[in-house]
T-cell receptor, first 114, second 110 residues
Framework: DQQVKQNSPSLSVQEGRISILNCDYT??????FLWYKKYPAEGPTFLIS?????DKNEDGRFTVFLNKSAKHLSLHIVPSQPGDSAVYFC?????????????FGKGITLSVRP | EAQVTQNPRYLITVTGKKLTVTCSQN?????MSWYRQDPGLGLRQIYY???????DKGDVPEGYKVSRKEKRNFPLILESPSPNQTSLYFC?????????FGPGTRLLVL
């Protein structure tokens, strides 16, 4: 049973346009959500996070939106750049941000076309 | 520089030959964990450790062992590797809810 779902395996976007990456979760105990970015031959790197007490968190070109009632979050990248091409993982935990297990989705491969 | 290091980065071995993948972090983090990444399956947790001498199973612990004798190191041990353990392995350490990953170890078991 997959608790964190990234249903679209890939997304292709034109440079300069918005990229929207979606993530759904089933476990209502999850209260802290993160996005990681992964380039080939490298480990995942932390991108942005959001606590369940918020519905939006912004960091430069990256914004994460959380809809708790729908158990859905999304990552918006505006404007998209070719260097954003990578695999993006959504992750969730159930301890309000304390040291705890992260449950990951399968990842979305984002391709930004020049 | 704050980092998580893993060694080796690449390893080819044969079925049944014991191996250890080392992991070390210099951030004084208490929480460390091991993941494997497989095509179409994302990142799955193998084992984690809340602190020295405290370890517990993740989602896919079968065939693996870990130890945490000191805070900075968290080795992953495959006592008798099998081909289904061919994978890309990541070690991570955590501060708060954010985990920081090592560069990965690509393992091929023949």
């Amino acid at each position: 049973d997959q608790q964190v779902k990234q249903n679209s395996p890939s997304l292709s976007v034109q440079e300069g346009r918005i990229s929207i990456l979606n993530c759904d979760y089933t476990n209502s105990m999850f209260d802290y959500f993160l996005w990681y970015k992964k380039y080939p031959a490298e480990g995942p790197t932390f991108l942005i996070s959001i606590s369940s007490i918020k519905d939006k968190n912004e960091d430069g070109r990256f914004t994460v939106f959380l809809n708790k009632s729908a158990k859905h979050l999304s990552l918006h990248i505006v404007p998209s750049q070719p260097g954003d091409s990578a695999v993006y993982f959504c992750a969730a935990s159930a301890s309000g941000g304390a040291n705890s297990k992260l449950t990951f989705g399968k990842g979305i491969t984002l391709s930004v076309r020049p | 520089e704050a980092q998580v290091t893993q060694n080796p980065r690449y390893l080819i071995t044969v079925t049944g030959k014991k191996l250890t993948v080392t992991c070390s972090q210099n951030m004084n983090h208490e929480y460390m964990s091991w993941y494997r990444q497989d095509p179409g399956l994302g990142l799955r947790q193998i084992y984690y450790s809340m602190n020295v001498e405290v370890t517990d199973k993740g989602d896919v612990p079968e065939g693996y062992k870990v130890s945490r004798k000191e805070k900075r190191n968290f080795p992953l041990i495959l006592e008798s590797p099998s081909p289904n353990q061919t994978s890309l392995y990541f070690c991570a350490s955590s501060y708060g809810g954010t985990q920081y990953f090592g560069p990965g170890t690509r393992l091929l078991v023949l």
